[in-house]
């Protein structure tokens, strides 16, 4: 789900999963196969491997708009039969070679949907909470990239120098602590929020993508700032050209695992460390292995658009209109973590022994007291039982005892109680904080009423009044016990 701080202005959605061999098809769950060309293989639902979401579970997430990355849609190349290779770019978050399950062997659910983690993304103007992050070229075509460079492929590091948290490179007279952080001067910037592993309580890398060729959707400036144009109609501009997709820039966001701590194996992604990992292995020991070591640690993949109507605010500002929460939830077996060893069986140092701790609170209703807007809403609460009385209650503790109870009441309230006549038979003043009261059935001076019709008048000051009729069926007094 997604919440809005101000859940009147929902600024933000994402690109909503088409069906079909088309590019907006970017989720590929199901078993729909191409049975026409065969470079359109590359759009397939139908998919060969273990789990693959056969029955579209996936492709509902917050209404299309995130998956598994194990499940996304990939550019790159297509062999036919005649051998002929066929590039298809297309608007998509990954590539051929790094798409699909990556599961390292012996993994087993490392890189798949069983291996998926509950995730909250959390979207803020707070640059104190922002995550140093991958930003990642996703123009297919280098050539066509802001660089122009054979060397600016699509899911690399963007051919640019590193910015600050106003989106300005060192150069260019920004932060340079920020700019280049940790000594990242090349393709890192800021993403505005962050991600929070909510089952072990970590916080998580993050990375985003920005098309450098769509210079006019912000693709270009090294910046999370999606806009809200998904498409664009060409009929008549081009030959065979109808429409030119945009997806507001391409700012697809992807949230990674801890996967070192699950597979214990050091060469694989952390938990956050300020995008240490990617500058190492996406850009100062670049190779397609250390490539796959970054994106089989991610998890999920989210889309961006803004919604129309709708503008960011400006890098100084922040940037985040509405601080948006994305909750993102998968059913997971209860089992053991550590966040200091990965021998759950050594419990030094342990809470609950490594198991599942959780704590909640009452706070959030708890009794509060004037609300008397409140107070008058439940007044339809206020009763009087039994009713009717026929000689008994089970509040009686004997022979002798006759009662009632007016339940549901404030601390303070004034109650008379009347005959059908309108003579006053009894007045009760009440000042605690008990919710109730009992009536022994007795008038102002000590006498048992009797049996018949009586209004019950209630009056709670500054609030407003309550009026309950009572019937009640007197038994006679028994003295024989004696």
Known sequence: EIEFEDESRPWFSGIEDGEGFNELNWIRAGNQASEELEEEIIFDDEEAGNFWDIDEKYEGILGGTWSPYCLVSHSGEVTLANGQSVNIVNIAPTVSGIDGDLSSAGGDYGSNIKGLNNVDVVLTADKSKWTRAAVLEMQSIPALTQSGSNDALKMKLRRHDSVDKNGKTAAEGGNSDEANFHGQTIGMGWFPGYAIDVVTGERLNMAFGEDSWMIGDNGNDMIWNPTDRLESDLSGQLPDITTQLFAGGQHWIYVFKNQRYEENNTSLMPAYDGGDFFYDKLEENFSNLNRRRVFQACTWVGSSLLNEGYEMLTPQQGLIPNTTRIKLRVAKPYDYYSPITANVNDTIGSQ????????????????????????????????????????????????????????????????????????????????????SLDW?????????????VYIIHINIPGVGEKILKWFGVMRPVDLDIF
């Open 352 to 435: 609950n022994n490594w198991a599942p701790l959780y704590t909640f609170t009452t706070k959030d209703i708890a009794a509060e007291t004037g609300e008397t807007e409140t107070l008058a809403s439940i007044m339809d609460k206020i009763n009087v039982v039994p009713n009717p009385y026929y000689a008994f209650s089970e509040y009686e503790s004997g022979k002798l005892d006759n009662r009632i109870k007016i339940t549901n009441l404030p601390e303070e309230c004034v109650i008379n109680i009347y005959n059908v006549s309108g003579t006053l038979v009894r007045t009760f003043n009440k000042a605690d904080p008990k919710t």
């Open 440 to 452: 022994d059935l007795k008038n102002q001076r000590n006498v048992p009423v009797a049996g018949g």
